[in-house]
């Protein structure tokens, strides 16, 4: 499936670095998402963006900055993480982020980044 | 607030047999349900959903899902499992947001 990319696929990083995830969907959709998937936790929701405005964040530490240029790309960019930080993150994409709008808040997701933060 | 409880961490099945996944969720309205499978290193691919209408619904790679209110389930079943349906299950609803349960690991054996 190559509704909704994301690169990398892999990333090691120190806790000084900076880096970015790249998300991209290809559905027309207007509504992106980043969650964040880590061992034996269910998958916990970042953020929300719906055209291209944040209406979420997920009480989300400042060393997660996320872009959203416009609604077919979503950035997630990383600065001073720690090793707890290490997970594999997804990017989902639906057409409208509003509930009660009839399957448009149907997500679909990306094979996603996993990330290790030594 | 809504939730969602899927009661079976691992399930071992033989390829060949049914398989069942449960899924229970807790809200007042009938929330908007959800089943991904999720292979492993992969993201999730969406399987079935149930919005309103019909409780059985069908979804793909032979599964199907049955929406029983009055259990407040949602439960998944496929009648005879391959051996490439190994793979995480989650169940998952929404209401303001979606939420997702803890997922089920499904082990099939030859």
């Known amino acids: 499936e190559t509704g909704v990319t994301q690169t990398p696929r892999h990333l090691v990083m120190g806790m000084t670095n900076k880096k970015s995830l790249k998300c991209e969907q290809h559905?027309?959709?207007?509504?992106m998402y980043w969650y964040k998937q880590s061992a034996k936790k269910p998958l916990e929701l970042m953020f929300v963006?719906?055209?291209?405005?944040?209406?979420e964040n997920n009480s989300v530490p400042s060393r997660f900055s996320p872009e959203c240029p416009n609604s077919s790309h979503l950035f997630l960019h990383l600065h001073t993480l720690q090793p707890e930080d290490s997970a594999l993150y997804l990017c989902?994409?639906?057409?409208?982020?509003?509930?009660?709008?009839?399957?448009?808040?149907?997500?679909?997701f990306g094979p996603g980044t996993r990330l290790l933060v030594l | 607030a809504q939730s969602v409880t899927q009661p079976d961490i691992h399930i071992t099945v033989s390829e060949g047999a049914s398989l069942e996944l449960r899924c229970n969720y807790s809200?007042?309205?009938?929330?908007?349900l959800f089943w991904y499978v999720q292979s492993p290193g992969q993201g999730l691919q969406l399987l079935l959903k149930?919005?309103?209408?019909?409780?059985l619904v069908q979804g793909i790679k032979g599964f199907e899902a049955e929406f029983k209110r009055s259990q407040s389930s949602f439960n998944l079943r496929k009648p005879s499992v391959h051996w490439s349906d190994a793979a995480e299950y989650f169940c998952?609803?929404?209401?303001?947001?979606?939420?997702f349960g803890a997922g089920t690991t499904v082990t099939v054996r030859a």
């Open positions: 998952a609803s929404n209401d303001y947001k979606l939420s």
């Open positions: 963006y719906n055209f291209k405005e944040q209406t």
């Open positions: 149930y919005f309103s209408g019909d409780t």
């Open positions: 989902a994409s639906s057409q409208d982020s509003t509930p009660g709008t009839s399957g448009e808040e149907t997500q679909y």
């Open positions: 559905l027309g959709h207007n509504a």
């Open positions: 809200y007042g309205a009938t929330p908007y």
